[in-house]
């Protein structure tokens, strides 16, 4: 065998491996996903159907700050640190900041009534799903959009921080809608970037693995960004 059909054997190899890794490390996308926003979601009823946690979490602002920057750290660790870290622990991470993002949701149930919660779940879902399957077949290169995207919604968090001392309501309502357009697009985005990731992986190994699992973890934050912008919309709150 000379130089060259070795080559093309050893190619051939590799493409055989990378069609056996992908659907496997795509399925832990989304199975990583799926798992974390069931943590979430029965930690939020959980929280909520409990009279001492959630006055504690709703009244003790030490408490709930705590909560939001633990949360905050433990995005931020797992992002820089993966590559150092274990696949266990990585993963022991993502379901602890399941676990603490659902009680810091827990108030919701305060706010908004259960069925309008549940009717823009589905909304949220059915439209997570159009936008997921479309980031994973369009030819299109949504890498300029990302981008776009990314500092769209730098501007609306800022924007929020000012809002919050402004106290707009149109405003407000402006920046849920402009939210929601920007994470329609983020779902396209990150689905597109995933795959491209995935699909360079050369085995599902624990790399690739920790590899779909930030991945996972960026489509949890859509879905939950993305919940929570279409409930400040359509949500019929609590008289």
Do not use: C
């Not at 379901?95 to 009717?119: E, P």
């Not at 909304?123 to 959009?145: C, E, H, P, R």
């Not at 697009?185 to 693995?209: F, N, R, V």
């Amino acid at each position: 065998m000379d130089y060259e059909e070795f080559t093309n054997v050893a190619s051939r190899e590799r493409e055989l491996e990378m069609s056996a890794a992908f659907p496997v490390l795509m399925r832990k996308v989304y199975l990583w996903m799926t798992l974390a926003l069931v943590i979430t979601g029965f930690t939020a009823y959980y929280v909520a159907s409990s009279e001492t946690l959630l006055t504690a979490i709703v009244t003790n602002q030490i408490l709930f700050w705590g909560l939001l920057i633990a949360e905050i750290g433990l995005v931020i660790g797992l992002s820089a640190a993966i590559n150092k870290l274990s696949l266990t622990t990585a993963t022991l991470m993502f379901v602890l900041y399941s676990v603490i993002n659902g009680a810091t949701m827990s108030f919701i149930f305060l706010v908004y009534t259960a069925s309008s919660i549940t009717n823009v779940f589905f909304i949220t879902a059915g439209t997570f799903a159009v936008m997921a399957l479309f980031g994973y077949f369009t030819k299109t290169d949504l890498t300029s959009l990302g981008k776009i995207l990314v500092m769209a919604l730098i501007g609306i968090i800022i924007a929020t921080i000012v809002n919050i001392f402004t106290k707009s309501a149109g405003f407000a309502m402006i920046l849920n809608y402009l939210g929601v357009l920007v994470f329609v697009g983020l779902i396209a985005y990150d689905s597109q970037k995933i795959k491209h990731m995935l699909l360079a992986a050369p085995d599902a190994g624990e790399g690739a693995q920790k590899v779909a699992l930030l991945g996972a973890l960026s489509l949890y934050l859509d879905f939950i960004n993305l919940f929570i912008y279409l409930l400040r919309i359509f949500g019929s709150r609590r008289d």
